[in-house]
């Protein structure tokens, strides 16, 4: 019996598991049920439970054989503060929280997979199962790094996978090299004089000089960054004083910035400081950047992407492989373990039904039909990597 077959007869099981995941979402660095469950799930099938790496972050882990290999395969766990608007029979029981980026599929499918080496032990070398707390931009994977995750569990290669509403159920798609965005939040203070709103020569106006900074930021993608190099800088927020008649102390401007390459990051933060602090003195006041990368670019290393993909050209067919994908802008922060590992994370679809949900909407389910797919394909990376001779 092939791989997929034997793990589509636990089917019901898996759709269980995911919807009472569903139905029960925690915040990032708050799933403890979420956590318990897997834990409890992973001793089970007779794995290694280590629990607390990166806070609510849990590694199983399955050996089989002598072979010094390793592989690691990453699933997230967390919800995201959105009022769920479905009337599904599994919705949301917390008010305001929801699994509205199908992580409850993510951690499904890693489980199911779990269940299925534990029990068949078919290959040679330690598999860790990685549950990431936190993906939704408060660094869970970074946690996890930090924490020690590949010192204490090596891995020679990771790998990740997420679900893609518009994509048929069945298919898969990736792209070699950057596939997503990197992203940085900013902040400047611009520190001028504080005056009397009618005595302007008494003071620095510094709700002007956030004007001109903000103006001179557009000159950053437009003249700094290559042209074929994709990037965004936006200023999303301004902010400065509080009485009609009083010239504030300081502004404060506020925005994000993407790109697909560490180096157009760097490139984008070193001329924002030079244009803040340039403008800034041009006026007598001050500005002050604080530039915060929150997730790096992702990027799929060549081989291990080929391999991920070679894997689930073998279980759906090549026909139903896209290897040539989309650039996303949007970011993913299992880029913190793909910068310290070799490995590739691909998008399983999700489903094209007519009007079906995007992630991050109100209405968004994950499809249960993914989930024997997913897990097959977790498992085949176990197998395939670490081949029995
Ligand atoms: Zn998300
Ligand atoms: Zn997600």
């Given at each position: 019996m092939g791989i997929i077959e034997r793990i589509a007869e636990v089917h019901d099981d898996l759709t269980n598991w995911r919807r009472d995941i569903h139905a029960h979402p925690e915040l990032g660095f708050e799933e403890h049920r979420t956590s318990d469950l897997i834990a409890q799930k992973l001793a089970e099938f007779g794995c290694e439970v280590f629990r607390g790496i990166g806070r609510t972050g849990i590694v199983g882990r399955l050996r089989a054989g002598a072979s010094p290999r390793s592989i690691g395969l990453r699933a997230d766990m967390d919800a995201l503060p959105i009022q769920e608007a479905t009337n599904l029979p599994h919705r949301s029981r917390h008010d305001g929280q929801m699994h509205a980026c199908g992580h409850d599929g993510h951690t499904t499918m890693l489980l199911g997979a779990a269940r299925y080496l534990a029990e068949t032990r078919n290959f040679d070398g330690m598999v860790?199962?990685?549950?990431?707390?936190?993906?939704?931009?408060?660094?869970?994977?970074?946690?996890?790094?930090?924490?020690?995750?590949?010192?204490?569990?090596?891995c020679d290669a990771v790998f990740g996978m997420h679900n893609r509403p518009g994509l048929a159920v069945g298919k898969f798609q990736i792209r070699t090299g950057p596939m997503m965005a990197g992203g940085a939040y900013f902040d400047i203070a611009v520190t001028g004089r504080g005056a009397h709103g009618a005595r302007p020569e008494a003071g620095i106006d510094p709700v002007i000089v956030a004007s001109h900074i903000t103006t001179a930021l557009q000159t950053v993608v437009s003249r700094n960054v290559r042209p074929?190099?994709?990037?965004?800088?936006?200023?999303?927020?301004?902010?400065?004083?509080?009485?009609?008649?009083?010239?504030?102390?300081?502004?404060?401007i506020r925005g994000t910035a993407r790109a697909f390459v560490s180096e157009t990051l760097s490139l984008i933060e070193q001329n924002m400081r030079r244009i803040a602090s340039g403008v800034a003195s041009g006026f007598?006041?001050?500005?002050?950047?604080?530039?915060?990368?929150?997730?790096?670019?992702?990027?799929n290393d060549a081989t291990e992407a080929e391999f991920i993909a070679d894997t689930a050209a073998g279980l759906v067919g090549e026909d139903n492989i896209n290897r040539n994908g989309n650039l996303v802008m949007a970011s993913e922060d299992f880029s913190f373990m793909l910068n310290r590992r070799p490995g590739a994370y691909i998008q399983i679809g999700n489903g094209d039904v007519e009007g079906g949900c995007e992630v991050h909407n109100p209405g968004y389910d994950f499809n249960d039909a993914a989930l024997p797919l997913g897990a097959s394909l977790f498992a085949r990376l176990a197998e395939r990597k670490l081949s029995l001779g």
């Open positions: 860790h199962l990685i549950f990431q707390p936190a993906e939704e931009g408060l660094g869970g994977g970074e946690a996890m790094v930090k924490d020690g995750l590949f010192e204490r569990f090596p074929l190099d994709t990037a965004v800088l936006s200023v999303t927020q301004i902010h400065a004083g509080d009485a009609y008649n009083v010239i504030p102390e300081q502004a404060f007598g006041a001050a500005a002050q950047l604080d530039f915060r990368i929150i997730f790096p670019p992702l990027v």
